[in-house]
């Protein structure tokens, strides 16, 4: 009974000075550290390219600023290795993510502007995407495409002379 009431004292003296810490960090008038919201979380450049694409792609889905963490997983090493190689991922956010209207990913894009310096991380970045299964497609800042490239290159789409699509993959007529 004595070993009872121990613990129970022991885990309310930890409790309140768990409470007591959050109240001060978070909630107290001496942190001089507040949050604030950014205007948009899309930059200028997002923002047009993000139009361009729900216009150029109006039976598609188009997400936006999405978590690796939220389409990508590891499985095949044991758990360390598994934990290790996602780790390399999970905090990485891809610009926008084009899906069919039942949510399957068409296409990962990333719009390369000056937070893109290391080509060298991309790439890898890219093969890691092209491990899972995932088309990625980059557009430098400065040459956004029209709707004609983000169809063709997207959906592999293109209007032919008769107005009809005509797929990239399609048996050309001999």
Known sequence: MLVLYAKLKFLAF???RVESFRDR???GPERSARF???QSPLTEAEQELFRRLVKALPDHIVLSQVACSQFLYTEGGDRKENFGTMAMMKQK????MVCSQNFDIVAVIELDDSSHR???KDAKRDEMLKEAGLKTIRWHVSRKPDAAKIRWDVLGLKE???????SRWA???T
Do not use: C, T, Y
Not at 93 to 96: E, I, P, Q, S, T
Not at 160 to 166: A, K
């Open 160 to 166: 032919g002379s008769d107005g009809e699509q005509v």
């Open 118 to 120: 290391d080509p060298a």
């Open 171 to 173: 048996p050309r007529p």
């Open 25 to 27: 960090f978070l909630a």
């Open 14 to 16: 930890v409790g309140g």
């Open 93 to 96: 956010v891809a610009d926008f």
């Open 36 to 38: 604030h919201s950014k």
